[in-house]
């Protein structure tokens, strides 16, 4: 039996999830959760096989909690199912940690498919992720700059590229403001990118906020 945990901050969502999910014979819904913070609780909490985890969701995001539940759950498998496409950050989570990533625009077979997939210990890469990967060997710099960034980095850059202030950053990812300050400036050199409002139109332009 397949333990499933399912983080995603619509209710209805998880509800269908969990309806499908009930329906297959070998996975076991045994907790829920909906923001980043409760799926870090509910992983201390439950002994589970697999998370089935949203990344856009209020307070502490899919992408913030990643390294956290990776850290405290290091066998726990960690699928992201995301309304992004896959280009915009399947790459980047599977570096951090990530089992697999699937778009929510997928057939739910694929989502109980790679649940089964990476129970094993196995990461589920799908076609669309694979070519991904194919073309980033391809290329002889490999990626665009935000796939160059650390984890932290990242989640910086995202954070600051909504608006969020050093001080709320600090305060949301347990670190110092002179840290953030640092990932800061770390990750506008990486980019080139000389401004807040420069990160903002280049996370909008490649779609990695809303």
Not at 47 to 55: G, I, K, N, S
Not at 105 to 134: D, K, W
Not at 151 to 161: D, I, M, N, S
Not at 170 to 198: F, G, H, I, P, Q
């Amino acid at each position: 039996m397949i333990r499933v945990g399912i983080v995603d901050d619509h209710a209805i969502v998880r509800s269908g999830l969990k309806q499908f999910f009930s329906e297959q014979v070998d996975l076991r819904v045994v907790g829920e959760a909906a923001s980043g913070r409760e799926a870090i609780d509910l992983v201390r909490a439950t002994d589970m096989d697999v998370l089935v985890m949203d990344l856009s969701m209020p307070g502490q995001s899919g992408i913030d909690a990643l390294g956290m539940i990776r850290a405290k759950a290091p066998d726990v498998g960690i699928l992201i199912l995301s309304g992004y496409p896959e280009e915009h950050y399947a790459m980047n989570l599977i570096r951090q940690g990530a089992s697999g990533y699937l778009n929510k625009e997928c057939e739910p077979i694929e989502i109980v498919n790679a649940i089964r997939t990476i129970s094993l210990g196995r990461r589920y890469i799908s076609p669309s992720v694979a070519e991904l990967l194919a073309q980033q060997l391809n290329r002889k710099e490999g990626g665009a700059p935000h796939e160059h960034l650390s984890e932290r980095e990242f989640q910086v850059f995202l954070k600051l590229a909504k608006g969020e202030t050093a001080g709320d950053i600090a305060k949301s990812l347990s670190l110092s403001v002179k840290t953030v300050s640092t990932y800061r400036t770390r990750l506008m050199e990486k980019m080139n990118l000389a401004s807040n409002s420069d990160l903002t139109y280049y996370a909008l332009k490649n779609k990695l906020i809303d």
